[in-house]
């Protein structure tokens, strides 16, 4: 079966736009959720969608927005483009939401280069 | 914030040894998350540990859980050269994850 879908996969910005990025999960799965990867901070968790509702956030600030749809997919949105901003963006699929232990399927990330 | 701790950060080793990479997180939690990164690529699911003293196996790779001691470990067995890439843990606690800072494994032929 298809996995985890995301587009685009590889953007350029310039600081002070804004952006979108764009998540479709494994057929059937009602959970996504976002991650930022950085040289300098790592992994980080951004949100978890579930069934079209954020379940929580990670420690970042209103500039990272996102969203679900009812079949699913999912967006998120970072407004006012930051240099440090740029990172890989990863969204992740899963069957139940992350508290029920439920293993995660990756996607392969966007690029965003913010310039 | 749960702080999760991964060492080493690089490990170099030689085909057909034995390793073990440790992962220590700071307060309680029941899942514990493995994941393999290829440079350039993303993440991909390794093993999910969900229960004190759950032990998992796949191929050269073992991985168990000790809640107790907030102490996962992931154990290489007679290494391979398809083996070098970075691998995560993850802690998840509520619905929050945090990662490890990820160990960068080197298999030398």
């Known amino acids: 079966k298809a996995g985890v879908t995301q587009t685009p996969r590889y953007l350029i910005k310039t600081r002070g736009q804004q952006v979108t990025l764009s998540c479709s999960p494994i057929s059937g799965h009602r959970s996504v959720s976002w991650y930022q990867q950085t040289p300098g901070q790592g992994l980080q968790f951004l949100f978890e969608y579930f069934s079209e509702t954020q379940r929580n956030k990670g420690n970042f600030p209103g500039r990272f927005s996102g969203r679900q749809f009812s079949n699913s997919r999912s967006e998120m949105n970072v407004s006012t483009l930051e240099l440090g901003d740029s990172a890989l963006y990863l969204c992740?699929?899963?069957?139940?939401?992350?508290?029920?232990?439920?293993?995660?399927?990756f996607g392969q990330g966007t690029r965003l280069t913010v310039v | 914030e749960l702080k999760v701790e991964q060492n080493p950060l690089f490990l170099s080793m030689q085909e057909g040894k034995n390793y073990t990479i440790y992962c220590n997180y700071s307060t309680t939690s029941d899942r514990l998350y493995w994941y393999r990164q290829d440079p350039g690529k993303s993440l991909e699911s390794l093993f999910v540990l969900l229960s004190n003293g759950a032990v998992k196996q796949e191929g050269r790779l073992m991985a168990s859980l000790d809640t107790k001691a907030r102490l996962s470990t992931l154990h290489i067995t007679a290494a391979v050269h398809d083996l070098s890439a970075t691998y995560f843990c993850?802690?998840?606690?509520?619905?929050?994850?945090?990662f490890g800072t990820g160990t960068s494994l080197t298999v030398i032929p």
């Open positions: 992740a699929s899963s069957l139940f939401y992350l508290g029920t232990g439920t293993e995660a399927f």
């Open positions: 993850a802690v998840g606690t509520g619905n929050q994850f945090y």
